[in-house]
T-cell receptor
């Protein structure tokens, strides 16, 4: 599976949009981009995934560049409860097996 | 819907002792995973079950770690004997077969002293 690069930490003001970048320049055509997050003292939580097209659900939006070498997770109106470590994962197929988490981005939402 | 249940939440043991962790997945989830998360790192897969069969245990240190899921529901992960470097959070997750989303438990925090 392709490797990903994420900034180690980011801050975001409460109520503003949080934009979390992920670089996956070696992604191959059959690899999906997944995002999970991990709130302190909890297990990771699935957020969203996509292949080529932008995706949106009740939690977030995922914007994938046309060349698929990078993506951005957008939390439209960040709240204090969104403070967590966000993991960008690239893997083949749509199953949940063998997710390689890396070290992620620690997002702190500031009141 | 009940989530993935794990016990105990915390465990402190001395090195060379044995320890076991228990996981009860979400009802109906055929796939079960055990992950190890060392402080400051992301979770790393140890083993994956499909029903009661092992799908992937390539990253399980088999000289000291073992896991079973005898009836295809609950699972136990055992470490015998424990080393200091086994101090970590052990996370259990489950999913429907082929599902995109894995559901994680809160984990068991193991401290080996």
């Amino acid at each position: 599976d392709a490797k990903t690069t994420q900034p180690p930490s980011m801050d975001c003001a409460e109520g503003r949009a949080a934009n979390l970048p992920c670089n996956h320049s070696t992604i191959s055509g059959n690899e999906y981009v997944y995002w999970y997050r991990q709130i302190h003292s909890q297990g990771p939580q699935y957020i969203i995934h996509g292949l080529k097209n932008n995706e949106t659900n009740e939690m977030a939006s995922l914007i994938i560049t046309e060349d698929r070498k990078s993506s951005t997770l957008i939390l439209p109106h960040a709240t204090l409860r969104d403070t967590a470590v966000y993991y960008c994962i690239v893997r083949v197929g749509t199953g949940a097996n063998n997710l390689f988490f890396g070290t992620g981005t620690r997002l702190t939402v500031i009141p | 819907e009940a989530g993935v249940a794990q016990s105990p939440r915390y465990k402190i043991i001395e090195k060379r002792q044995s320890v076991a962790f228990w996981c009860n997945p979400i009802s109906g989830h055929a796939t079960l995973y055990w992950y190890q998360q060392i402080l400051g790192q992301g979770p790393k897969l140890l083993i994956q079950f499909q029903n009661n069969g092992v799908v992937d245990d390539s990253q399980l240190p088999k000289d000291r770690f073992s896991a079973e899921r005898l009836k295809g529901v609950d699972s136990t992960l055992k470490i015998q004997p424990a080393k200091l470097e086994d101090s970590a959070v052990y996370l259990c997750a489950s999913s429907f077969k082929g599902s995109t989303e894995a559901f994680f438990g809160q984990g068991t925090r193991l401290t080996v002293v």
